[in-house]
């Protein structure tokens, strides 16, 4: 039994590794990820309405206005309480979603195709700086500043990736993890280097000065978290890749709604493993407390179900500023931690400090309950309250250990099962 | 006397530290340095036409045809051997040139100013991949792509960063060498920063579509050294800025022709202090060995005089295969080795692996002949044949100790003749 696990293990180890993940478009989400109709996708394991935190209300509230569905405020929240709505995880369609996650038929995704194994993810481009939807705000500067990137930023980058042709996410993934970015936390060179790459590109594609200048702009000002999305799709399609390897016990989903953490393991479909969200503990901004914090929000620990993000400390002496403060030498250790619960490590991303070393990749839900050590989620803190809709401080997540061990439990019995029902003797 | 000594040192790391360089324009060398009439610049120290190596020879007889003095080579190499051309180092006029420096009056030069202490550094655009007269080409595509940085790239550039407004290299910097650059032989992330902070300006500034995208392409295809032009004025002004501290001991220059090391000290004035250029111990490009190689040349080592490049190696894992294998435990005791013959750390130059201390700056001959440690240089490598004007390799250059003795004697003699002709008793 132990055996079939190890060969499914290695096995999804090397789908990931082989993934080849590039940038191929943006599109409407209605045609990215088949949103039609009043439907609308957030982050995590599912959740009803009733049951969902402020912040993530306030982003459906946003949201709806930007679709039109209602006028106001009052009107959205009576839309969003009536059921009229139809809501799905971003897990459920192949999308991630930062922090709340929400996607509507009409917003822009960036679209990540592997050609290796023909899967496809999109997530939506990040606003900036200051309060966003992402965040769970609605206000019309919020709403303008959503329809700038539906509008301007999102064709301009279809067009100019579509003319340039599809953009190696791996290879600029490993760039940016030898300048200091664990992709998660901090994605300054990942976003420079994306800039770099499409910025001709762009001028060709937008041949009118003032909307070309505000798209520069927009993701070279305050931004520097831009390439999260494209590292979140990039960082699904490896997961995806796993998804194919049956008997599995790596994890192939980390995320959280907000109230609720839930994992997905490979050997088991799209059956989730929940218990509630935690609080980060992590570095506030002035101002800011535990006391304002929402528990533990967002897709983007698709960044560590990847192997990179908290798994790649040691690569980013840089993030440690950012999630709270660290030595060095902590962080080197905590990769070496996250390595005794991967089953690998990915070559294509080397650690200069540990002189080319992988980082730590395939988080196995059995050593993690075998050493009691779960992954290190880097990640941002929103705010708690309707409406405030920003960040106020990032730190690290630990998440709960009981979906490790209710997956590895399921597990079992899906293999005790599997072996009952085998009709073919070997 | 060592007394004084240790006090103008350390005026002279203050002043260093304090400068506050920033980019302010691209202008033809003729305005920028008042380089007129039949003159070149070029890097290291003093040296005649008929001692220069190869690929400097070449890089005269590029920029002599780009000026129109001469029609072909033949006339360009008898126009040069006549004496009729002024031929005078960089460093004679606040310029610095990587690998042969060579300037001519038409070239475009990076304009960097630094306002706390009223100086100017100014270097050429780098010329990208290829053979490039910065290596000593001289071919008609080598000059080509000179006319299209003089007659476009130049000044668009100018006119993005005129409107923009001054760049500050120091946060720019400093921002890089989070990124893994010691900003020598790697600045691909500063180059990454470069364009990201210039190119809505740029869009601005340019508003001919394709004219921009063949800017932007210049700039970020095959161009990752394109920054080191803005940090070499930067570090230049940094050295200006000790020049001005009387009876220092502290190196402000370390210049190479091809020919000779040469360096020069705050408290010396444009004293040279010269011995043999070596060879650079590196790693070589497939096909070249170290019999192809012109030794160590460029004024590319005011980096290691300003506290990166080499000082720096424990912030850049990332340039170890570029300058040859080392583990980053050695790249570690480099600094920690560099820091034994220099007077401080930049507290602007955090090393993120080292929890944040400075990078060792303020390289005191004094220090150097005491330990016999000489500053590692991480350079390039430029083939020695006339005409090729290629890099065929990078390393790291042990320059010779003679030239700081030689120093360290003439501030003794000096010092020691102020002290006799001094007329105020203390």
């Not at 496809?120 to 609605?138: D, L, N, T, V």
Request: net charge neutral; proline share 7%; hydrophobic share 50%.
């Amino acid at each position: 039994m132990s055996r079939s696990i190890r060969a499914a293990n290695r096995e999804a180890l090397e789908r990931l590794l082989r993934a080849r993940p590039a940038w191929t478009g943006v599109l409407p989400a209605a045609e990215a990820l088949g949103l039609r109709g009043r439907a609308l996708l957030h982050a995590g394991p599912p959740i009803a309405w009733e049951r969902m935190c402020e912040p993530m209300r306030g982003a459906i509230v946003a949201l709806v206005l930007l679709e039109g569905w209602a006028r106001d405020v009052d009107e959205a929240l009576a839309l969003a309480g009536s059921g009229e709505i139809a809501l799905a995880p971003c897990h459920s369609r192949g999308a991630v979603g930062p922090m709340t996650g929400v996607i509507s038929p009409s917003l822009p995704v960036v679209v990540v195709d592997d050609p290796v194994h023909g899967t496809r993810a999109c997530s939506y481009i990040g606003e900036g700086s200051g309060p966003q939807a992402k965040f769970g705000a609605h206000a019309p500067e919020v709403l303008e500043r959503l329809r700038f990137i539906r509008d301007v930023v999102g064709p301009a980058l279809h067009r100019a990736v579509e003319a340039e042709g599809p953009l190696d996410l791996v290879n600029l993934m490993a760039q940016a993890l030898a300048m200091g970015d664990e992709m998660h936390m901090r994605n300054a060179a990942a976003t420079a280097l994306l800039v770099r790459a499409i910025a001709a590109p762009l001028a060709r594609a937008l041949p009118e000065p003032s909307r070309l200048e505000a798209v520069l702009r927009f993701m070279t000002r305050d931004n520097d978290q831009l390439f999260l999305t494209w590292a979140m799709c990039a960082a699904k399609t490896g997961a995806l890749a796993m998804e194919g390897a049956a008997g599995s016990s790596l994890v192939t989903v980390m995320a959280r709604n907000g109230v609720e953490f839930g994992i997905r393991v490979a050997g088991l479909g799209d059956a989730w493993f929940t218990a509630p969200a935690p609080l980060v503990s992590g570095a506030f901004f002035p101002g800011f407390t535990e006391a304002d914090a929402n528990p533990d929000i967002g897709d983007s620990a698709i960044m560590e179900t990847y192997g990179l993000g908290g798994m790649a400390m040691a690569a980013s002496p840089a993030v440690l500023r950012i999630v709270g403060g660290q030595s060095f030498a902590e962080a080197v250790a905590t990769t070496q931690r996250m390595a005794e619960i991967t089953v690998g490590r990915n070559p294509n991303f080397g650690i200069g400090a540990l002189d080319g070393e992988g980082s730590p990749t395939g988080i196995d839900v059995r050593r993690v309950v075998e050493t009691g050590h779960v992954p290190a989620i880097n990640t941002a803190i929103t705010h708690r309250r309707f409406g405030v809709g920003r960040m106020i401080g990032a730190g690290i997540a630990t998440p709960p250990l009981q979906p490790f061990v209710d997956a590895l439990v399921a597990l079992g019995r899906a293999q005790g099962a599997a072996a009952a029902t085998a009709v073919t003797p070997r």
